[in-house]
């Protein structure tokens, strides 16, 4: 098993910044590919971004390119989301992703272990 916790949600202005932080505990978190998703109200959990195994390789949504990047400190077991250029359409509950496979993509059904979500608001 994995425990993944995440943290550093907030209330933020539109253009505003966020980095959001994913906490692994358990198995081996270093060997396993992460990813972040949302889900805002009345809509279905989707894709955010996602990361291999040793940072190599990184797949956004469209929608987030050139204003998150994703990133990963194995030593630490964290896995990172860095959140630019906010707009109130990024308002959602964002959820922390792993697998016990090295990289895992876009598909939510691809993931083993979820962490509880945290909650980013925009205000316009």
């Known amino acids: 098993q994995v425990q993944l916790v995440e943290s550093g949600g907030g209330l933020v202005q539109d253009g505003g910044s966020l980095r959001l932080s994913c906490a692994a505990s358990?198995?081996?978190?270093?060997?396993?590919?992460t990813g972040w998703f949302r889900q805002a109200p009345g809509k279905e959990r989707s894709f955010v971004a996602a990361?291999?195994?040793?940072?190599?390789?990184?797949d956004y949504v469209a929608s987030v390119k050139g204003r998150f990047t994703i990133s990963r400190d194995n030593a630490k077991g964290t896995v990172y989301l860095q959140m630019n250029s906010l707009k109130p359409e990024d308002t959602a509950v964002y959820y922390c992703?792993?697998?016990?496979?090295?990289?895992?993509?876009?598909?939510?059904?691809?993931?083993?272990?979820w962490g509880q979500g945290t909650q980013v608001t925009v205000s316009s």
């Open positions: 990361i291999n195994w040793n940072g190599g390789i990184t």
């Open positions: 358990g198995r081996t978190f270093s060997s396993m590919g």
């Open positions: 992703a792993a697998s016990s496979a090295p990289y895992s993509g876009s598909y939510y059904g691809n993931y083993n272990f």
